[in-house]
């Protein structure tokens, strides 16, 4: 269907007969924050400066993100994110970093009161660390996608994918 809302999304498919549970997660940078559309970010954390998990700017509407997880977590969704921290860091910059993306949430998505946050070094699979593994998540790296064990979408119609879930 190519008029259908879900176009175009990437949605993993699953093995087996799996049930998916009542939980949602998302990734941060790329997927719901622009840390790759700040100027210089790369040379940035590099350098260990964590500014650009700080002045990141959205990528989804987060007025309607926020009101559909509101609505959803009292359906008895979990709701999380499960973010990465840099490559190639150091445990004082993996704090700030991590204090950023606090920060970042806390500023940008107020409303939600998020069940579960990970923060987690980079590269560690994403599915060994959250509660409930065979949920939803919100990735744009196909790594963690393929690799969830419930159904993953990509960066793209979040929005429009959580309104057929609420």
């Given at each position: 269907?190519?008029n259908?809302p879900?176009?175009?999304?990437?949605?993993?498919?699953?093995?087996?007969?799996?049930?998916m549970?009542?939980?949602?997660?998302f990734?941060?940078?790329?997927?719901?924050?622009?840390?790759?559309?700040?100027?210089?970010?790369?040379?940035?954390?590099?350098?260990?400066?964590?500014t650009?998990?700080?002045?990141?700017?959205?990528?989804?509407?987060?007025?309607?993100?926020?009101?559909?997880?509101?609505?959803?977590?009292?359906?008895?969704f979990?709701?999380?994110?499960?973010?990465?921290?840099?490559?190639?860091?150091?445990?004082?910059?993996?704090?700030?970093?991590?204090?950023?993306?606090?920060?970042?949430?806390?500023?940008?998505?107020?409303?939600?009161?998020?069940?579960?946050i990970?923060?987690?070094?980079?590269?560690?699979?994403?599915?060994t660390?959250?509660?409930?593994?065979?949920?939803?998540?919100?990735?744009?790296?196909?790594?963690?996608?393929?690799?969830?064990?419930?159904?993953?979408?990509?960066?793209?119609?979040?929005?429009?994918?959580?309104?057929?879930?609420?």
């Amino acid at each position: 269907m190519t008029n259908s809302p879900l176009h175009g999304i990437i949605k993993k498919k699953r093995k087996g007969n799996r049930t998916m549970s009542k939980a949602i997660y998302f990734d941060m940078d790329g997927t719901i924050a622009n840390l790759y559309g700040v100027d210089g970010w790369l040379d940035m954390l590099i350098a260990k400066d964590e500014t650009p998990y700080a002045i990141a700017k959205p990528m989804v509407r987060l007025s309607s993100l926020a009101r559909i997880l509101n609505r959803l977590q009292k359906k008895g969704f979990t709701i999380g994110i499960v973010s990465w921290l840099a490559k190639n860091s150091t445990n004082e910059y993996d704090e700030r970093v991590a204090n950023a993306k606090r920060e970042w949430l806390a500023k940008h998505l107020k409303s939600v009161q998020f069940d579960e946050i990970h923060i987690v070094p980079y590269g560690t699979p994403k599915e060994t660390i959250v509660n409930i593994p065979n949920g939803i998540l919100f990735d744009d790296e196909k790594r963690n996608r393929d690799n969830w064990v419930g159904t993953a979408y990509d960066e793209t119609n979040i929005i429009e994918t959580l309104k057929t879930v609420a």
